[in-house]
């Protein structure tokens, strides 16, 4: 199957199986907008929770926190949102950066947009059509609709950590350096959404933003960048599907001193070459701090009283969209194998992010074998380990609706079981099956699961 293709075939694959349907699809579908179904959500969760755990659970020197959606309107003037997406802007179809018509066609002294460059990717005249174009969507606070009550839905999580970076770390007793670490839902109107989930109008970001003593932040950025891929590559993506994407001096953003994106091959249009960004390393210098504590009027330094210092911390920023990477992990567990002159679809996922981690069947529909494999997948259930009952077609049948759903187990109650009280239990990747005392199943696949 061609790159191009493996998109669709996950698109139809996630709704089949239920991990992804399109929002409102009875009415026609919302433009770019999903919705995470039972296996879905599951996923998605565990994805969160390994970044949570990584990020927060075993380090002592990142905090956790959930700042709201909506925020002063004030917030979005200091971090330049408003200023910097109020103008007349296109985006290259081709690399979906966004730039200022009038700036551009001034630079190379052209009246056509067809003739201009992508000063990013270098195409020629990819270009949608200008629009004054807030990426922001807009709402208004309260019952009047007047200029005064404006609120927006946030573009991007990291704005929430900055205003809250003193009451954290006065709250937490933290020293610089330390991070505030956050997961939660971003909206952006974004002019050329598409390729399924990665890139929406409503995702969720995991960012993270680590405040250093200015001097330091060069060290950390690196170690961030190296220890962000290692946690990507924790996920089970292969090694030769990630890259690191260095941002040259003219294609930084106007808050970055360096930055880097970690970028995972999706295959097909995505990024022109089927590299797409999941996650960006970003050096924000102290601009945001400095914007916040000049909007709000407070000062926003941190005080090292031990060292007799007082300073606006750099922030090195880590941001990663949970859609992004579920789309990345699912995009690198799916292969298809010829067995038998039949086509075997399989999601390789790894087992710890795997939905659901057992299929349990009876062989047939007698001789007391349904009892006996819905008490081991009750058993299963209430230690946790999320189990899916089928007792209903052949038995092939049942192992492939679990291989498609990325199940790495699947445990079957046969007439050996009745006899001596062992199951079998097959994997996913190998197909090898073995016998297991059904007593001993649950350990049997904590041990694994890791
Ligand atoms: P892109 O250029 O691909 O739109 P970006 O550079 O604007 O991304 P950032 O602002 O750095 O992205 O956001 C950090 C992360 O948030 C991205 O790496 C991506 O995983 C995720 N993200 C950003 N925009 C979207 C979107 N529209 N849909 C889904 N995920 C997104």
């Known amino acids: 199957m061609s790159d191009a293709e493996l998109m669709e075939t996950l698109v139809s694959l996630a709704k089949r199986r239920g991990f992804i349907f399109q929002s409102s699809e009875i009415y026609g579908g919302t433009g770019s907008v999903w919705d995470y179904g039972p296996l879905g959500v599951e996923l998605k969760r565990r994805i969160k929770e390994m970044w949570w755990r990584s990020m927060v659970d075993e380090r002592d020197d990142i905090e956790g926190l959930d700042a709201a959606i909506l925020m002063h309107p004030r917030v979005w003037e200091a971090s330049g949102h408003v200023e910097e997406f109020t103008d007349p802007l296109v985006e290259c179809r081709n690399c979906h950066r966004r730039f200022r018509e009038d700036t551009l066609r001034a630079e190379v002294g052209a009246q056509e947009m067809s003739v201009v460059q992508c000063p990013k990717c270098g195409k020629t005249g990819e270009w949608t059509e200008p629009r004054q174009f807030n990426l922001m969507f807009k709402s208004h606070m309260g019952p009047v609709e007047a200029e005064g009550s404006?609120?927006?839905?946030?573009?991007?999580?990291?704005?929430?950590?900055?205003?809250?970076?003193?009451?954290?770390?006065?709250?937490?007793?933290?020293?610089?350096?330390?991070?505030?670490?956050?997961?939660?839902?971003?909206?952006?109107?974004?002019?050329?959404?598409g390729h399924f989930t990665f890139r929406t109008r409503e995702f969720e970001q995991m960012e993270m933003q680590f405040f250093v003593e200015p001097g330091t932040d060069d060290e950390w950025f690196e170690r961030w960048k190296e220890r962000r891929m290692e946690w990507t590559r924790s996920?089970?993506?292969?090694?030769?599907?990630?890259?690191?994407?260095?941002?040259?001096p003219d294609e930084l953003a106007h808050y970055a001193k360096s930055a880097v994106d970690i970028e995972f091959r999706f295959g097909g249009t995505i990024g022109g070459d089927g590299w797409g960004e999941v996650e960006g390393v970003h050096n924000r210098t102290d601009f945001d701090l400095r914007r916040h504590q000049e909007y709000s009027g407070k000062r926003l330094e941190y005080i090292d009283p031990a060292a007799g210092k007082r300073f606006l911390p750099y922030i090195i920023e880590t941001s990663v969209g949970a859609d992004r990477l579920a789309l990345a992990v699912l995009a690198g567990a799916y292969r298809e194998e010829e067995i038998e002159g039949d086509t075997r679809v399989v999601l390789g996922l790894a087992p710890s992010l795997a939905p659901l981690k057992a299929g349990v069947f009876p062989l047939v529909k007698k001789d007391g074998m349904p009892e006996r494999a819905r008490a081991i997948h009750d058993g299963l259930r209430q230690r946790g380990l999320q189990s899916f009952y089928d007792e209903s077609g052949a038995i092939g049948r049942r192992y492939r609706r679990q291989d498609e759903a990325g199940t790495p187990f699947c445990i079957t109650v046969d007439g050996e079981t009745l006899s001596d009280g062992t199951v079998t239990v097959r994997h996913r990747d190998s197909m090898e099956q073995e016998r297991v005392s059904e007593d001993r199943i649950a350990e049997y696949l904590e041990e694994r699961l890791g």
């Open 150 to 193: 404006v609120v927006y839905l946030r573009p991007e999580t990291a704005q929430g950590i900055f205003v809250n970076f003193l009451n954290v770390q006065t709250a937490a007793r933290q020293k610089v350096p330390f991070g505030i670490a956050q997961i939660g839902k971003a909206f952006r109107n974004e002019i050329t959404p």
């Open 235 to 248: 996920l089970g993506l292969a090694e030769d599907r990630l890259r690191f994407v260095e941002h040259g």
